[in-house]
């Protein structure tokens, strides 16, 4: 078959080539989404123990029978707190990367 008339050997219409200048533009955003959401992870890892030196309450409080605020915080808290990052971090990544870097597109998907 001729190429451009739909046969096997068409691969325009199967598949888009990203230039690296999207691939560098989309790994760009990508570093700055993940230091963004670094930032963020080390910022609740640095208040754990910056609550625990300034708020006496935080340690010596009893909260859940015996357990104090900083414990239910760093048993349970950090755990939920973390996989909230990641997800988001995950999901915007997928965002960003799926938006920049192009695939298979039908005429209906748009620019």
């Given at each position: 078959?001729?190429?451009?008339?739909?046969?096997?050997?068409?691969?325009?219409?199967?598949?888009?080539?990203?230039?690296?200048?999207?691939?560098?533009?989309?790994?760009?955003?990508?570093?700055?989404?993940?230091?963004?959401?670094?930032l963020?992870?080390?910022g609740?890892?640095?208040?754990?123990?910056?609550?625990?030196?300034?708020?006496?309450?935080?340690?010596?409080?009893?909260?859940?029978?015996?357990?104090?605020?900083?414990?239910?915080?760093?048993?349970?808290?950090?755990?939920?707190?973390?996989?909230?990052?990641?997800?988001?971090?995950?999901?915007?990544?997928?965002?960003?990367?799926?938006?920049?870097?192009?695939?298979?597109?039908?005429?209906?998907?748009?620019p």
């Amino acid at each position: 078959m001729i190429d451009g008339d739909g046969g096997p050997g068409d691969s325009e219409d199967l598949e888009t080539r990203d230039t690296p200048a999207e691939v560098d533009a989309a790994f760009r955003t990508l570093r700055r989404v993940a230091v963004g959401y670094f930032l963020v992870f080390l910022g609740v890892v640095a208040a754990f123990p910056l609550l625990s030196f300034t708020l006496d309450w935080w340690s010596e409080a009893r909260v859940l029978g015996d357990l104090s605020p900083g414990f239910l915080t760093a048993a349970i808290g950090l755990y939920a707190v973390f996989a909230v990052i990641g997800m988001a971090a995950a999901s915007l990544s997928s965002a960003v990367e799926a938006r920049m870097l192009g695939g298979p597109r039908g005429p209906e998907a748009g620019p």
